[in-house]
């Protein structure tokens, strides 16, 4: 639960007080010059219409800038960042042929794989002269190569489970997988954070949903029993499944699920577990297996396990792993299984030669080597954050690190001063996170040497102070520079 300070919350309410009344004051005048348009169709409703469309216009296009920035390099520990200009306040963004050389704080490239890598990248070219850059069909078609199937024989082995089915997108992964398993008579009980490919997908699936406070067993414990003793809505028939729906890190608050006490109370109950482990697998765990591994949770007591391709691995797509006969159903009845064209050859060799490298198959220990770096590298970054005064939210050994802004103002200063610094961050805002709670999300990768990571502390200290984001008291900087030097 994050506690805002009344004096922060205050001004962060007038901030989007004031743009909305001069928003609908400008609207006001549009409307009145639109009344002697001659261009408007006669007839049609407005395609684009309601609160969305005016925080786009009012809001969003504001500080567009600080997001979609275009890049025309390997999104590596530095990347080149493709500079921008606007002549119309920042309507339309016009790209130059300038580039900035940047600080890449804001990749899901956890483990380095998504640059060149001397043992992916020369068996990703053969796969590309062997099998071409897709299949052009689904897997029921003509889009099953035996790389495939290598594929997710390698997915099932590297997760612990019998078998797995690999997708094409990793949000697709999950909008289209709980339809699938859970529909009309089911119940979903929903983490309050949960990504939105998880909502959409129970939304899609036509169950009943349920939501528990943020990571909090004792509340998924008292829906769960809830629940159960009031049945189905209107007839009060015991529920055909209960499933329950969590995150291994979640991606915008950076913390660890309470996995080991969600899957006691679902035994308890009898619900099913559904873990999506996007941002963890590969990234935490002794040996990259998310978690399961880090936090000692035996993976059989894990019903449902998912995952992405395209944080970890370099690559894309994503996976579901279980039962065999879990698997095999999905394979007769998943959408995104049966008219979906299938991962791409050269990515599919991607993602078996990244695994291969974790657990040492590649013939070194750069794997274990990765991930001893990226979990240094994030427990090091985080705690000098907060030494900073800095609110960071997240657990040790996440590579994913919020810092809390709140202000939309200074949300778009401190993304445009940290650019200006060739350090190139992620702000994310109203509606991706609650009104209040605006962040700059700062992913850590195992290819960011020590070097790069005091450059950035460095910058980010700077602006912190200028935009006004440490809402904490620092600790001395003697203390902060005696830590550095026993880190070098």
């Not at 786009?56 to 920035?69: A, E, H």
């Not at 900035?100 to 804001?106: D, F, I, K, T, Y």
Request: aromatic share 10%.
């Amino acid at each position: 639960m994050i506690a805002i300070p009344y004096f922060t919350a205050l001004t962060t309410y007038f901030s989007y007080g004031l743009l909305f009344v001069f928003g609908q004051f400008r609207d006001f005048f549009r409307k009145i010059l639109d009344w002697w348009s001659t261009d408007n169709l006669q007839g049609y409703a407005p395609i684009c219409l309601g609160l969305e469309d005016f925080y786009i216009r009012r809001l969003y296009n504001r500080v567009q800038d600080c997001f979609g920035r275009p890049l025309s390099s390997a999104p590596d520990a530095w990347f080149d960042v493709v500079e921008r200009y606007s002549n119309d306040n920042n309507k339309t963004l016009k790209r130059t042929n300038n580039v900035s050389r940047c600080l890449n704080l804001g990749s899901y490239n956890y483990l380095g794989f998504a640059a060149a890598d001397e043992y992916c990248t020369p068996r990703v070219i053969d796969s590309l002269k062997k099998y071409s850059h897709s299949t052009c069909s689904s897997r029921v078609d003509g889009g099953t190569l035996a790389l495939h199937n290598e594929l997710e024989e390698c997915v099932a082995r590297f997760v612990g489970k019998p078998a797995a089915i690999v997708f094409g997108m990793g949000y697709v992964t999950n909008s289209s997988i709980l339809p699938v398993l859970m529909g009309k008579g089911s119940l979903i009980i929903s983490d309050s954070l949960n990504h939105n490919s998880i909502v959409n997908g129970a939304r899609g699936s036509g169950a009943t949903i349920r939501v528990f406070q943020h990571n909090t067993p004792f509340h998924l414990e008292e829906v769960l029993r809830e629940q159960i003793a009031e049945g189905q809505p209107r007839t009060r028939r015991p529920w055909k499944k209960i499933m329950v729906v969590v995150e291994g890190i979640y991606s915008m608050e950076g913390e660890l699920c309470k996995l080991p006490e969600i899957i006691t109370i679902c035994k308890r109950y009898k619900a099913y577990t559904y873990l999506d482990e996007a941002h963890s697998i590969g990234a935490v765990g002794k040996t990259g297996r998310g978690v399961c591994e880090l936090l000692g949770v035996d993976t059989s007591d894990v019903d449902i396990m998912m995952g992405t391709f395209s944080k970890s691995f370099g690559s894309y797509g994503g996976y579901i792993a279980g039962s065999k006969e879990l698997i095999q159903y999905l394979k007769y009845n998943c959408p995104a299984h049966l008219y979906a064209t299938s991962i791409s050859p050269p990515a599919a060799e991607q993602i078996i030669s990244a695994i291969q490298v974790v657990i040492g198959e590649d013939g070194s220990c750069r794997g274990a080597q990765k991930l001893a770096r990226i979990r240094e590298n994030s427990n090091f970054f985080r705690s000098k954050l907060q030494k900073m005064g800095f609110e960071v939210l997240g657990d040790n050994d996440s590579p994913v690190m919020p810092i809390m802004v709140y202000n939309p103002a200074k949300v778009s200063s401190f993304s445009r001063e940290c650019l200006k610094q060739n350090v190139a961050i992620v702000t994310v805002g109203f509606p991706a996170t609650p009104l209040l709670l605006a962040r700059a999300r700062i992913c850590i990768s195992a290819s960011h040497t020590k070097e790069d990571l005091i450059k950035a502390l460095e910058v980010i200290s700077r602006i912190g102070d200028l935009v006004g984001i440490k809402y904490f008291p620092a600790e001395p900087k003697k203390q902060q520079q005696v830590g550095m030097l026993k880190l070098e």
